[in-house]
């Protein structure tokens, strides 16, 4: 089975502070995605890679930034947490030819 | 730009019945892939159902069966013989199939409940 895994199931920070959510996959997929989920909005994709080092904006990228050093590895950072970024944050893979994402169990991030 | 659209917001079940959730989607594509995830409470987002525009059969799982209308562009999912366990959010999406990297669409799901 896939397996997507996030650092942190809840967190906790404070306006300014900088953070850093982690992803792992282990199924060697090329693409990983980054999502916010908020009530009456559904998702919407933050950012994206397709492969190491690459990245794309998604929809929504203001106030995020991303990082790919490894293939299995994708974070998300918040340079300077604002609390209109307190929001369930999902991380995503999936391998080529795309097919549909399988995702992690999701961050619930509360910025105070 | 792709939208999904899924209006109802909430839909509720007796268990042991069938219900149908609504998802209509706009789109100048011809080839395309459509999704149904399922979102339990608290828990994990799973892929439900796929299906690849050009396939005409309709996708099915189990107790999970999608009407597919092309034309109408229009994508519902069917659930059997519905159990507590269905009760979720599920999510609507939309993905291109002409570029190699395209993003999922996703609509703003319904919360379907399931009645004991």
């Known amino acids: 089975d896939v397996k997507v895994t996030q650092s942190s199931r809840y967190l906790v920070k404070r306006t300014g502070e900088k953070v850093f959510l982690e992803c792992v996959q282990d199924m060697d997929h090329e693409n990983m995605f980054w999502y916010r989920q908020d009530p009456g909005l559904g998702l919407r994709l933050i950012y994206f890679?397709?492969?190491?080092?690459?990245?794309e904006k998604g929809d929504i990228p203001e106030g995020y930034s991303v990082s790919r050093e490894k293939k299995e590895r994708f974070s998300l950072i918040l340079e300077s947490a604002s609390t209109n970024q307190t929001s369930m944050y999902l991380c995503a893979s999936s391998p080529l030819p795309v097919g549909g994402e399988y995702f992690g169990p999701g961050t619930r991030l509360t910025v105070t | 730009a792709q939208t999904v659209t899924q209006s109802q917001p909430e839909m509720s079940v007796q268990e042991a019945e069938t219900v149908t959730l609504s998802c209509t989607y706009d789109t100048s594509e011809s080839d395309y892939y459509l999704f149904w995830y399922k979102q339990p409470p608290s828990r994990q987002m799973i892929l439900v159902i796929r299906?690849?525009?050009?396939?005409?059969q309709n996708a099915t799982e189990n107790r999970f069966s999608v009407n597919f209308q092309k034309a109408a562009k229009s994508f519902s999912l069917k659930i059997s013989d519905s159990q507590l366990g269905d009760a979720a959010m599920y999510f609507c999406?939309?993905?291109?199939?002409?570029?190699?990297?395209?993003?999922?669409?996703f609509g703003k799901g319904i919360t379907l409940s399931v009645r004991p």
């Open positions: 999406a939309y993905r291109s199939a002409l570029r190699a990297n395209s993003k999922l669409t």
């Open positions: 890679s397709y492969d190491v080092k690459m990245k």
């Open positions: 299906q690849e525009a050009y396939k005409q």
